[in-house]
T-cell receptor, first 113, second 115 residues
Framework: DVKVTQSSRYLVKRTGEKVFLECVQD?????MFWYRQDPGLGLRLIYF???????EKGDIPEGYSVSREKKERFSLILESASTNQTSMYLC????????????FGDGTRLSIL | LAKTTQPISMDSYEGQEVNITCSHN???????ITWYQQFPSQGPRFIIQ???TKVTNEVASLFIPADRKSSTLSLPRVSLSDTAVYYC????????????????FGKGTKLSVIP
């Protein structure tokens, strides 16, 4: 069974801090994704990566960056956290190819004070 | 690329069959239809995927008419534990010529099962 693990379930940070959210998958998947989920807005794609060191912007990349140095790990970085980045962050992975169902982690609930 | 439309919410009594319909008028020829389930404070979970006609697994059935412009997720004899948000996805973008991705979840259908 595919396991996608997000490093923290809950995280509290302060405005202006640099924040790292980590995600690891154990099934050698090529694609990895970061979403945020907010009440009334559903899941929105921030970034995704289709290979090591490769990335593509999603629908709401502003204020975020990502890093993928190893195939199994995909990091989301908030360069200077702001209160409007308080949200649930979800990581997912899929094998390469079209129409692949995504495997999600349980999410990190991030609060920026 | 294709977008999906599904009801915002549905209510059902325990033990009933629930059908959630999703419309996707512009689905591409090569695209599959994928449904996810999400409980509060958890990530979405893949339920079922199909291309045409009918697909059934231990959790649900998926009915897709010949024109593929819509699909219906069927949950037999729902229980309280089926209360969740259900998302329907089809291919909505491509990147770097690497095929079709299903990345737009929308707001889904919130199913409430009543005792």
């Amino acid at each position: 069974d595919v396991k996608v693990t997000q490093s923290s379930r809950y995280l509290v940070k302060r405005t202006g801090e640099k924040v790292f959210l980590e995600c690891v998958q154990d099934m050698d998947h090529e694609n990895m994704f970061w979403y945020r989920q907010d009440p009334g807005l559903g899941l929105r794609l921030i970034y995704f990566s289709y290979d090591v060191k490769m990335k593509e912007k999603g629908d709401i990349p502003e204020g975020y960056s990502v890093s993928r140095e190893k195939k199994e790990r995909f990091s989301l970085i908030l360069e200077s956290a702001s209160t409007n980045q308080t949200s649930m962050y979800l990581c997912a992975s899929t094998p390469a190819g079209s129409n692949q169902p995504q495997h999600f982690g349980d999410g990190t609930r991030l609060s920026i004070l | 690329l294709a977008k999906t439309t599904q009801p915002i919410s549905m209510d059902s009594y325990e033990g009933q069959e629930v059908n959630i319909t999703c419309s996707h008028n512009n689905i591409a020829t090569n695209d599959y239809i994928t449904w996810y389930q999400q409980f509060p404070s958890q990530g979405p979970r893949f339920i079922i995927q199909g291309y045409k006609t009918k697909v059934t697994n231990e959790v649900a059935s998926l009915f897709i008419p010949a024109d593929r412009k819509s699909s219906t997720l069927s949950l037999p004899r729902v229980s309280l534990s089926d209360t969740a948000v259900y998302y329907c996805l089809v291919g909505d973008r491509t990147y770097s010529g690497a095929g079709s991705y299903q990345l737009t979840f929308g707001k889904g259908t919130k199913l409430s099962v009543i005792p």
